[in-house]
């Protein structure tokens, strides 16, 4: 191995690293501020992190997750990050955790799905929200929870997709073209 070869690798990680933070945080900034689209915004951010997973490795899209998680504290809000850092960014890595780690598929989705789904439980229940939406709609308690896990799960399974195919579309056009030789 070329003595070279490790400080040129360590230069490339933390590169590639400020560029995906500083993409996600544009993502969840804009998804703060234009009107429509906040989350496929979030879910552009979370592909950011799962470009971390592929190009660096797991606990460097951690890293990267975090630090979009900490500026999107100061710009938009705790909001936004919340969102980002609650549902976006776990999603990505539990999916492509498990996806690499080689469970059965029927095994993948049930983690994830009930991972995510009891994160998702906590933080209506935490928020209040499930309150105000029952009064809000007229409707009983467990026929919203129903609604509100029935569109959750839609969105997990045409999530996980997205992102399988992105992992197939990295590997096919993104990754030769960061690796070419010059």
Same mark, same amino acid.
């Given at each position: 191995?070329?003595p070279d $070869? $490790?400080?040129?690798?360590s230069?490339? +990680?933390i590169a ?5 933070i500083?993409l996600?945080?544009l !993502?969840?900034i804009?998804?703060?501020?234009l *009107? +429509?689209? #906040? /989350?496929?915004?979030l879910?552009?951010a ?13 606990s460097?899209?951690i890293?990267?997750a975090?630090?979009i ?6 710009y *938009?809000g705790p909001v @936004?990050a919340?969102?980002?850092a609650?549902?976006?960014?776990? /999603?990505s ?8 780690c080689?469970?059965?598929k029927?095994l993948q989705?049930?983690?994830s799905?009930m991972?995510?789904?009891l994160l998702l439980?906590?933080?209506?229940k935490?928020s209040?929200?499930d309150?105000?939406l029952?009064? #809000? !709609?007229n ?7 129903l609604?509100i896990?029935?569109?959750? @799960?839609l969105? /997990?399974?045409?999530? #996980?997709q997205?992102l399988l195919?992105?992992?197939?579309? !990295?590997?096919?056009?993104?990754? *030769?073209?960061l690796?070419r $030789?010059k």
């Amino acid at each position: 191995m070329h003595p070279d $070869k $490790k400080p040129r690798r360590s230069a490339y +990680t933390i590169a590639i690293s400020g560029i995906l933070i500083a993409l996600g945080w544009l !993502f969840i900034i804009l998804s703060g501020v234009l *009107p +429509t689209g #906040r /989350l496929f915004l979030l879910l552009l951010a979370s592909l950011l992190v799962a470009t971390a997973f592929f190009e660096i490795n797991f606990s460097g899209a951690i890293l990267v997750a975090l630090g979009i998680s900490i500026l999107s504290l100061a710009y *938009p809000g705790p909001v @936004q990050a919340a969102a980002f850092a609650i549902f976006a960014a776990p /999603l990505s890595l539990l999916i492509l955790h498990f996806y690499h780690c080689g469970f059965p598929k029927l095994l993948q989705y049930l983690l994830s799905h009930m991972i995510m789904s009891l994160l998702l439980l906590a933080v209506v229940k935490v928020s209040g929200l499930d309150t105000a939406l029952v009064h #809000r !709609f007229n409707l009983e308690s467990w026929l919203l929870w129903l609604i509100i896990l029935a569109i959750f @799960q839609l969105v /997990l399974l045409i999530y #996980r997709q997205v992102l399988l195919n992105y992992e197939l579309f !990295f590997y096919e056009r993104i990754h *030769p073209w960061l690796r070419r $030789k010059k």
